[in-house]
Structures are given as C-alpha cells and as structure tokens.
T-cell receptor, first 114, second 111 residues
Framework: DTAVSQTPKYLVTQMGNDKSIKCEQN?????MYWYKQDSKKFLKIMFS???????INETVPNRFSPKSPDKAHLNLHINSLELGDSAVYFC?????????????FGSGTRLTVV | DAKTTQPTSMDCAEGRAANLPCNHS???????VYWYRQIHSQGPQYIIH???NNETNEMASLIITEDRKSSTLILPHATLRDTAVYYC????????????FGGGTRVLVKP
C-alpha cells in the first residue's frame, strides 16, 4: 500500500500545454508539499498545505497552481508549460507535530516539456 | 534554517562503516539536525534526526558535537544499496516548517 502516490509517473508534453499532477497520501498526515528537483538535482520546496490551507508559497510562477480538495490530496496544475518546467516533481506529506522527521515523499513525476 | 555544509562526494567500501560529516556552525538552539537520503530516481527517505544527544536507529547513528556546530552520520556496515545522495538539514520542529535541501553528499559504496 503506497503511502504517498503520485500520478502520472512520467509526463511528456509540448510547450504551451496545461497539465496536472495528482498526489494522494494515506498516512493521515495534515500537511502536504510539492518539491521540484531540476536537472542539477537541487530539491526546492514550492508549496505546502496544512489542513487544506496554503501555508508555504515560495517564489514560483503563477502558472503553477496547487489545489488541495481535502487533507489527503494535493494536486499541482501547470498552465502554459515552458521548457524550463522540465524537472522531477515530488509530493510529500508530514504530520505537523512530528516536525522534519515525519516527511514521506512520493516517487516523483518526471515532467518533460518539448 | 541554519545553513549546512557537506562534502560533495565520498566513496566507501562495502561492509565498512561510512562516516558522513556535516557542518552547521550557525545552528540555533531549537533547530534539529535531520538526515535524509535519496537513492537514484526515488523520493528522499528519512534516516535519523537529533537535537543534541547522539541518536541511533536501525539505519544509522547520529553523532552531534557538544557545541552542536557539526555532526556525523554513521552507516555502520555500508551495502551497495546505501549508494545515494545524503542530505543534512537543520530545521526547527514546528508547524509550517519546511525542509530545505542543500547539495548533499553523493556516497558511492564500492564492492
């Protein structure tokens, strides 16, 4: 039973398209995150939701819009895709009281924009 | 969050202990030291964390110096499956905190 699952695992799309990545966690955690890992392998946080409320919004183009319909889901919608959006996107979840040791990451979505 | 500094890469022999250093000279009193690792193409995986005491679990040991300015992650008997990028992160344990990943140490375990 996968704890944090992301779909799709791979996504190849053309510039200018709009796409979504979905994330679901079955751990009962109250906080979910989106991280981006670029070609240089740096992991950068993009967004964080706690109990469906946006609490972290790093400097990310407004083409990226997260949506959390409930505590167990955090989706990422990207409009007008650009070549520079190509990266691996990781979803993660944690329970607030556990702090930094409670992060569980998904296996990633590799987005390639052509 | 305090900045951490790690060597870019290191090799170790299979079956031997791997000692991974991390400097966090500006760490504040309420910041924990967390270690995560990322095996190729997978999501990061939690290893261990500590505040000031040494910690041990089934995966590794964490040794934190008395002044808390540096720490060492010890993998007691490295296996080929331990080949990964290891991240040392200093962060508070509070609601809304975020884990900020640096460059990490690329560890290659050789037979």
């Amino acid at each position: 039973d996968t704890a944090v699952s992301q779909t799709p695992k791979y996504l190849v799309t053309q510039m200018g398209n709009d796409k979504s990545i979905k994330c679901e966690q079955n751990l009962g955690h109250d906080t979910m995150y989106w991280y981006k890992q670029d070609s240089k392998k740096f992991l950068k946080i993009m967004f964080s939701y706690n109990n469906k409320e946006l609490i972290i919004n790093e400097t990310v183009p407004n083409r990226f819009s997260p949506k959390s319909p409930d505590k167990a889901h955090l989706n990422l919608h990207i409009n007008s895709l650009e070549l520079g959006d190509s990266a691996v996107y990781f979803c993660a979840s944690s329970q607030t009281r556990q702090g930094g040791y409670g992060y569980t990451f998904g296996s990633g979505t590799r987005l390639t924009v052509v | 969050d305090a900045k951490t500094t790690q060597p870019t890469s290191m090799d170790c022999a299979e079956g031997r202990a791997a000692n991974l250093p991390c400097n966090h000279s500006t760490i504040s009193g309420n910041e924990y030291v967390y270690w995560y690792r990322q095996i190729h193409s997978q999501g990061p995986q939690y290893i261990i964390h500590g505040l000031k005491n040494n910690e041990t679990n089934e995966m590794a040991s964490l040794i934190i110096t008395e002044d808390r300015k540096s720490s060492t992650l010890i993998l007691p008997h490295a296996t080929l499956r331990d080949t990964a990028v290891y991240y040392c992160i200093a962060s508070i344990k509070a609601a809304g905190n975020k884990l900020t990943f640096g460059g990490g140490t690329r560890v290659l375990v050789k037979p």
